[in-house]
């Protein structure tokens, strides 16, 4: 009887090994490993390129730097340089938290603005910022299911649904898949608090950037006018020493890209 | 067709659209999934030269004279940034401006060197020193800035109504500037030393007695309050007069609003006194502007902002000059040289909508009024954008009879197409 007990012992712990390693980690833990796969986990700069169609038309295109930096808050602040087009070149958003300017060179001017005050065409001031979802929402697992990624390849995914615990953030709730095998974020559903869909964002074309896989690519469809996508780019990122007191409207005229 | 059939038609209409929906949202995505990026550019090098030519050509109808005029303009804008070391920073700013037919009291040719200075910013980025001629512009309104102490003589020339555009233009002052930079907060002095009279007529003069006629200094301590608000308090002082106190406020009220004010505190001769050279009394009076920005998803953007000046002519007085109208321009022309309101109150609707209609058409207006006389400022542009090239058209009306405050002007209307290549 003794060998077929510890057989039985053996295959009982088997099993619930087996069924432990496949248990789902916790929601807050896929979010956070999934903010650490998009955002590095230091100061860094990073060239952004949007591009912008109509209809499967290209009606522009836009070339940023974003200099992003982690604030003792946990969250990420951001200054975003425009580049090109020639004629805004220079010109500066500060996005911290809901602090947010516009600063323009030519006139000094720097004007507050509202989550809503476009600067980038179809894409919000939002977008181009970095942010840790997991400081501003609470996420739910709410299914494991395949999904279609930004390659056109299936995926099995942790879907969350994530709910805002900050009355100051962009999105009332958000609808996310993350890789079920290495975290990374694949595809994003953005709503208003009236439940509209904002806009869908497929994460794509991982590359090694400061030290991990992280998206290069996003592909950003209008939640009304699915023919209004919006592809960002992200490529040239580079560690810098950015330091806090660089997030506030008082620095913009004396920012000095390095 | 009843009811009854109406009812069923939509019904099964209504079930088609719920599954034909997903389908087509879901091939909109796979669309959307083949598109590919733009080539990428990598960003301009740290030293960096930004130019802009531009040509205005219009007509302005007169208001005494019989015969519409014919202005045209044709101007150079460029800035220079480069790196000198680590920490080391020189800005040139300059433009140049061609008149057709010459402003009054200016050259045809008039060069602005707007700034040229040297930055110093010391390891750790917390502190900045900067020395030369620098464009230091505090408040956030958009028509009136009672907390922009070194605003007055800076606008050497007029090429635009726009309150926004019209800055690009601003002389900068001879200054000796420290900031000291906190995680949310910020101090600073700027010191500025008298190094000329009077301006000048020269239009290659550097025009140091525009922006430098006087000792001056500034304190400002600006603080951000909360996540949603952040202010500005300012301490001038200027030779021989008092000091002066400002204080601004930037808001955010809600995801499509914002809200701004300046508040200004001071003791000086009243405007009326320094276009007629008498400058002994110095009344201590206060000046304001506050105003709220509201935005729409569809990118229209309206500011409405109350403006008011305890130095300028009360309506009673402004009437009373209605037998000097020489007197009047001359007032009008003071508070535009200080960029002061002329008015003790005004109201300004500032709009812009972006994509009128079209991707790269965007639209500007203003509407300036006197609710003492009831004139009115009109302005508006259409701006269409190429990749480095706009073009634009303007409209400026001013509105009002002959003794107001808008409808004394000389030009009834003016109307301008401007083009304008950026490299």
Request: proline share 5%.
């Amino acid at each position: 009887m003794l060998p077929i007990k510890s057989i039985s012992l053996v295959l009982f712990t088997c099993l619930v090994g087996v069924g432990a390693s496949h248990a789902a980690p916790s929601a807050d833990a896929i979010l956070v490993a999934s903010d650490g796969i998009r955002n590095p986990g230091r100061p860094f700069s990073v060239t952004v390129t949007l591009t912008e169609y109509q209809k499967g038309k290209q009606v522009d295109a836009t070339t940023l730097t974003s200099y992003s930096r982690t604030q003792p808050n946990g969250q990420f602040a951001s200054i975003v340089r425009f580049v090109l087009p020639t004629r805004d070149a220079g010109k500066l958003m500060l996005k911290n938290g809901n602090d947010m300017w516009f600063y323009d060179p030519t006139n000094k001017a720097s004007v507050r603005l509202s989550p809503q005050q476009r600067l980038l065409g179809q894409a919000s001031n939002g977008d181009v910022a970095t942010v840790n979802l997991a400081k501003d929402y609470k996420p739910t697992l709410v299914a494991e299911e395949e999904v279609l990624d930004g390659e056109r390849n299936k995926r099995n995914a942790y879907k969350l649904a994530l709910t805002a615990v900050s009355p100051d953030v962009t999105y009332a709730s958000i609808e996310m898949w993350v890789d079920a095998q290495n975290n990374r974020p694949i595809k994003m559903r953005f709503f208003a608090e009236s439940q509209r869909l904002l806009k869908t964002v497929y994460y794509r074309k991982y590359l090694p950037q400061l030290g991990a896989e992280r998206p290069t690519e996003s592909v950003i469809i209008d939640g009304l006018d699915p023919q209004s996508v919006t592809l960002m780019r992200f490529s040239d990122y580079v560690a810098r020493a950015i330091p806090e007191t660089w997030m506030q409207r008082d620095f913009l005229p004396r920012f000095q890209p390095e | 067709m009843n009811t009854y059939t109406h009812a069923v038609i939509c019904g099964c209409l209504y079930s088609l659209s719920l599954c034909v929906t997903p389908v087509l949202a879901a091939n909109d995505e796979l669309d959307a999934l083949s598109l590919e990026s733009a080539p990428e550019v990598k960003p301009a090098a740290p030293t960096s030269l930004k130019w802009l030519a531009e040509g205005a050509w219009g007509n302005a109808s007169q208001r005494y004279l019989p015969d519409s005029r014919n202005i045209g303009r044709a101007s150079i804008d460029f800035s220079y940034a480069s790196r000198l070391a680590p920490g080391w920073r020189a800005v040139v700013s300059d433009r140049l401006d061609y008149f057709e037919p010459a402003l009054a009291s200016t050259d045809a040719t008039v060069n602005s060197l707007r700034e040229a200075y040297l930055s110093w910013q010391p390891d750790g980025g917390n502190s900045i020193f900067e020395l030369g001629r620098i464009n230091l512009r505090y408040g956030p309104s958009y028509g009136y800035n009672p907390t922009d102490f070194f605003r007055d003589g800076s606008l050497r020339v007029l090429t635009t109504a726009d309150p926004f555009a019209l800055r690009e233009n601003r002389l900068g002052t001879v200054m000796l500037r420290g900031q000291y930079m906190w995680s949310d907060s910020a101090v600073s002095v700027a010191l500025a030393p008298k190094l000329a009279d009077a301006a000048s007529a020269n239009g290659w003069n550097l025009d140091l007695g525009a922006t430098n006629n006087r000792d001056r200094a500034v304190l400002m301590l600006s603080t951000q309050f909360s996540k949603n608000v952040s202010g500005q308090t300012l301490l001038y002082k200027q030779a021989v007069q008092s000091t002066a106190i400002g204080f601004n406020m930037a808001a955010l009220l809600s995801d499509a609003a914002t809200a701004h004010l300046e508040f200004s505190r001071s003791s000086e001769p009243s405007l009326i006194d320094r276009t007629l050279g008498a400058t002994n009394a110095t009344p201590t009076r206060n000046r304001f502007s506050g105003g709220v920005t509201y935005t729409t998803v569809g990118k229209l953007s309206v500011t409405a902002e109350y403006q008011y000046n305890g130095f300028a002519l009360s309506q009673a007085d402004w009437s009373a000059l209605g037998g000097a109208p020489a007197t009047q321009l001359a007032y009008l022309s003071e508070a535009l040289r200080l960029q002061e309101l002329a008015a003790r109150q005004s109201y300004l609707i500032y709009v812009t909508q972006k994509s009128l209609g079209h991707k790269d058409l965007d639209l500007t207006a203003y509407l300036r009024l006197n609710p003492g006389d009831d004139s009115k400022l009109f302005w508006l542009e259409l701006r269409r954008h190429w990749p480095n090239f706009d073009l634009s058209f303007q409209l400026q009306q001013n509105i009002g009879n002959a003794n107001s405050e808008f409808g004394l002007l000389p030009d009834r209307r003016v109307v301008q197409v401007l083009g304008t290549y950026y490299h």
